[in-house]
C-alpha cells in the first residue's frame, strides 16, 4: 500500500511539473503572440505570425489570426487606393468646377460696370455675383480638402516668418476697411526663420483670415509672440462676433461645421483645413470662445 501511495504521488509530481511547464510554456507563446500582433500593428514587422510550439491549439490561433490579419490588409491597400481615387476625382472635379466659375465671374462684372442697368437689376446682379464667388470658395475648399487628406510629405524649406507674415495682413486690406473693423496688429520686429512649407502655410493663414472675415463684428487682433526660452511660436488671432453667434470649440475643426446664426456665406471646410495642415506641418492650433470673443492660436 505504501508504495501504490509513494507511485501515486511520484505522478502527482510530474504531473503537476508538466502542467506548470505547460502552463508557463502557453504563457509565454500567448505574450511571444502579443508582441507579434503590436509589431504588425506599427509597421515593424511585415511576416505573419508564428508560434514556437506545434500545439494544435496554438498552431490553430496562429492561423486564424494570420488569415485575420491578412484579409484586413488588403481591405486596408483597398481602401488606400479608393480614397486616393476619389481625391483625384474631387481634386479634378473642383478644378474644373472653379474655371467656368471664373469666366462667369469676370462676365458679370462687364455687365456690372453697363450704364444700362436699373437699380433692381443691379441689385439682382450682385446677389448672382456674390453667389458665384460663393461657389468659387467652396470649389477651392473641396480642392484643399482632397489635398491634405492625402499622406504625402511636404517639401519644407526656411522662410522669413515677419514678412511673410506681414504680406499676407496687407493683402486683407482692403476687405478690413470696406467691413470697418478696428484693428491691432501686434508683429514682432524681429528676424525669425521657420522651416515650412510656404503654400500650405499660406493656406493656413488666409482660411483663418477668410474665417474673421465672415464672422468678425467690430475688431480684429493680430499677435506674433516669440518665447526664447522654449524657442515657440505663437500667433493669436482674435476678434470679437455677432452678438447671436453660436458656436461650439469642440467641434470648430470638424469638416462642414458652421455657426447656425452665422452672417456669412461659407462651406465649413476652412478651419477645418487649417487643422489639417497644422497637423501637417507640425504645428499646434486651439480655439477658445470666451464672452463674445473668439480666439485662434497657432503654435509652432
Known amino acids: 500500500m505504501e508504495h501504490i501511495l509513494i507511485c501515486i ?3 502527482l509530481f510530474f504531473l503537476c511539473v508538466w502542467l506548470i511547464v505547460k502552463l508557463t510554456t502557453l504563457k509565454k507563446e500567448m505574450h511571444s503572440i502579443t508582441d507579434q500582433i503590436i509589431e504588425k500593428k ?20 496562429a ?54 442697368l436699373s437699380d433692381k437689376e443691379k441689385e439682382y446682379l450682385g446677389i448672382v455675383i456674390s453667389k458665384v464667388r460663393f461657389l468659387r470658395e467652396l470649389s477651392d475648399d473641396f480642392l484643399d480638402v482632397s489635398l491634405v487628406e492625402n499622406n504625402e510629405k511636404v517639401s519644407k524649406k526656411e522662410i522669413a516668418l515677419i514678412p511673410f507674415v506681414s504680406e499676407i495682413v496687407l493683402e486683407q486690406n482692403e476687405w478690413i476697411e470696406a467691413r470697418g473693423l478696428t484693428t491691432d496688429f501686434d508683429i514682432l520686429d524681429k528676424d525669425i526663420k521657420i522651416y515650412t512649407n510656404e503654400h500650405d502655410f499660406r493656406r493656413i493663414l488666409e482660411n483663418v483670415f477668410s474665417n474673421v472675415k465672415k464672422y468678425a463684428y467690430k475688431q480684429l487682433k493680430l499677435s506674433v509672440l516669440y518665447d526664447n526660452v522654449g524657442s515657440r511660436i505663437s500667433i493669436v488671432f482674435e476678434n470679437d462676433v455677432f452678438e447671436d453667434y453660436n458656436i461650439d470649440v469642440d467641434e470648430i475643426f470638424e469638416p462642414f461645421v458652421r455657426s447656425k446664426d452665422r452672417h456669412g456665406e461659407g462651406s465649413g471646410l476652412g478651419l477645418y483645413v487649417v487643422k489639417k495642415l497644422c497637423d501637417k506641418l507640425g504645428y499646434e492650433v486651439e480655439a477658445t470662445f470666451n464672452k463674445g470673443l473668439f480666439k485662434l492660436e497657432i503654435v509652432i
Do not use: W
Open 9 to 11: 504521488c511520484v505522478l
Open 63 to 116: 492561423n486564424a489570426i494570420n488569415d485575420y490579419l491578412s484579409k484586413y490588409e488588403e481591405k486596408l491597400k483597398k481602401y488606400a487606393v479608393d480614397r486616393e481615387h476619389l481625391q483625384r476625382i474631387i481634386a479634378g472635379i473642383s478644378h474644373d468646377f472653379r474655371t467656368p466659375l471664373t469666366s462667369v465671374d469676370g462676365y458679370l462684372q462687364l455687365i456690372n460696370k453697363s450704364d444700362e
Open 42 to 61: 506599427e509597421g515593424q514587422k511585415s511576416q505573419p505570425v508564428t508560434v514556437d510550439s506545434f500545439g494544435a491549439s496554438s498552431l490553430e490561433l
